[in-house]
C-alpha cells in the first residue's frame, strides 16, 4: 500500500524534528535562521503542511545533513506536496489529514457509540447522516462525501486489506437512521463485512453499563513500517483532531482493549446483529 501525500509529510516531518534535535536547535533558532515563524517550522515537523524545497534546503543546511540523507528527504518532500485522491471530493479540511492517514495505515481500531463505523456504512446510511448535518446545504456536497466514504471502504477489499477492528455500543444498531429499511440493510451489511477475515465486529452490548469511553468514541491508525508511530484521532460535531503524543496515544490502546474485552465475542456479535435484524425487518 502506497503511503501516499499525508503519511509522507508526516514521515518527513518526524526526520526534520529528529534532524534539529540531533542539531541542537531549538523550534526558535530555526525558525529565525530560515526567516519564519516557530509555529510554521512545527507544522512542517508534525506534517500539517507541506514544506517548499528552498525551505528544506535551508533547514538541511543549518543542521548540516549529510548529502544521502538529504535526497531521501527532498523525495518524502516531493512525494508530500502531491494531492491524494480525496481532495476531489469536497471533505472539510479538518478530517482530509485523517483520511490521508487512514489510507496508510494497515490497521483501524475504531470504537462507536452513536453510529455504525463510517467505512462500515451502507450508502443509503452514510446519506442519511451527511443530509442531517445543518453545515451541509449543498446536496451536491452530500453526494460528494457518500461517494469519498464508499472509496474509502475499499481497502477493506484489496489484495492487501485494511485490518479493522472495530467495537460499537449496541444502542447505535438500534438508531434508526433512515427508517427500518435503511437499517436492516445496514445490519445485513454488517454481517456480510464481519465475514471477512481482516475484519473484527463486537458489539458492546448496554447491559455493560459504566465502561472507559463514555465520553464519546475514537479511532486508533496503525501502520506496517516502524517509523511510522500510532496516531489516534477524536472528532466532534465541529471537527476533529489527529493525537499523536505517545502517552495518549498509548492510553487510548490501553481503552480499546478494554472496550474488547467487555464487548460481545464476534461470534455473540452475529448472533445480536441477526435478532435486531427481525425486529427492522416486517
Request: charged fraction near 25%; proline fraction near 5%.
Amino acid at each position: 500500500m502506497s503511503l501516499g501525500p499525508t503519511a509522507r509529510r508526516r514521515r518527513l516531518g518526524t526526520s526534520l524534528t529528529e534532524l534539529r534535535a540531533g542539531a541542537r536547535r531549538s523550534l526558535a533558532e530555526a525558525a529565525e535562521h530560515i526567516g519564519c515563524s516557530a509555529g510554521k517550522i512545527r507544522n512542517w515537523e508534525t506534517g500539517r503542511s507541506g514544506i517548499k524545497k528552498f525551505e528544506l534546503t535551508a533547514l538541511l543546511d543549518y543542521y548540516e545533513t549529510p548529502e544521502t540523507v538529504r535526497d531521501l528527504l527532498e523525495e518524502l518532500r516531493r512525494e508530500g506536496a502531491q494531492r491524494g485522491w480525496w481532495s476531489t471530493y469536497r471533505l472539510p479540511e479538518w478530517f482530509k489529514p485523517y483520511v490521508g492517514l487512514e489510507q496508510a495505515a494497515s490497521e483501524v481500531h475504531n470504537f462507536e457509540i452513536e453510529l455504525v463505523p463510517g467505512l462500515m456504512q451502507t450508502e443509503a446510511y452514510a446519506r442519511e447522516i451527511h443530509s442531517a448535518g445543518r453545515h451541509i446545504t449543498d446536496p451536491a456536497d452530500v453526494e460528494k462525501r457518500v461517494a469519498a466514504r464508499m472509496e474509502r471502504q475499499q481497502r477493506l477489499t484489496t489484495p492487501v486489506p485494511l485490518e479493522l477492528r472495530a467495537v460499537v455500543s449496541e444502542s447505535a444498531l438500534y438508531r434508526q437512521i433512515g427508517g427500518p429499511a435503511t437499517m436492516a440493510e445496514q445490519l445485513h451489511h454488517l454481517r456480510r463485512l464481519s465475514r471477512l477475515p481482516n475484519v473484527i465486529l463486537q458489539v458492546l452490548p448496554n447491559s455493560v453499563g459504566t465502561h472507559p469511553s463514555l465520553a464519546g468514541g475514537f479511532t486508533l491508525l496503525r501502520f506496517a513500517a516502524q517509523e511510522d508511530p500510532d496516531v489516534g484521532w477524536s472528532e466532534n460535531p465541529l471537527g476533529g483532531h489527529i493525537i499523536e503524543d505517545r502517552d495518549d496515544v498509548a492510553a487510548l490502546t490501553f481503552m480499546f482493549d478494554e472496550l474488547r474485552g467487555l464487548a460481545l465475542s464476534k461470534r455473540e456479535t452475529a448472533q445480536l446483529i441477526a435478532r435486531i435484524v427481525a425486529e427492522f425487518t416486517p
